[in-house]
């Protein structure tokens, strides 16, 4: 272990955290290309992660005490395998902290819940034009679902269905 990867502490996200998680939503979205399609408020956060009957998770990466990451998963289920899976909404790591492990830290400590909790997969999903993530998550032996694809309903379509 480098001492920059000596210096990372990975854990789980407090109510306090919240301001927090939203600038890395933020500037998730920033770095996504996709600003103007953020909506989450404090009061979303605090419902959807912190809330007794939230489904949601997050982590909190600290890089010599100052947060610089955070990663928001929730459990999924496999018919096919008869188990719970993680899925991994989003992972972010700030700029300045790159190339310090971050990242793989937080992925590392999701792994280890999935074992924990006897889930049968860990996936997520990657945007094809991000190449340093692509290659990152290549470099951990993880592997594209080249095979699926992603269906969404939101919006007008989403109140369409349900009605």
Request: proline share 3%.
């Amino acid at each position: 272990m480098s001492s920059n990867e000596s210096s990372l502490v990975v854990r789980a996200a407090v109510i306090e955290d919240t301001p927090t998680i939203l600038r890395f939503v933020r500037d998730l979205a920033i770095y996504e290309k996709a600003e103007n399609e953020v909506l989450t408020t404090t009061e979303h956060v605090h419902r959807t992660i912190f809330s007794p009957d939230a489904t949601a998770h997050a982590l909190i990466c600290e890089l010599d005490g100052a947060p610089v990451g955070m990663a928001v998963y929730f459990f999924n289920y496999s018919t096919w395998q008869g188990r719970n899976g993680i899925y991994l909404e989003d992972l972010y790591v700030d700029g300045a902290a790159r190339g310090h492990g971050a990242g793989k830290a937080m992925l590392k400590a999701l792994a280890r819940i999935a074992l924990e909790k006897d889930c049968g997969r860990f996936e997520w999903s990657c945007l094809d034009w991000n190449t340093p993530s692509l290659e990152f998550y290549d470099s951990l032996g993880a592997l594209p679902q080249k095979e699926w694809i992603r269906y969404r309903l939101t919006g007008d379509a989403l109140a369409a269905l349900a009605n």
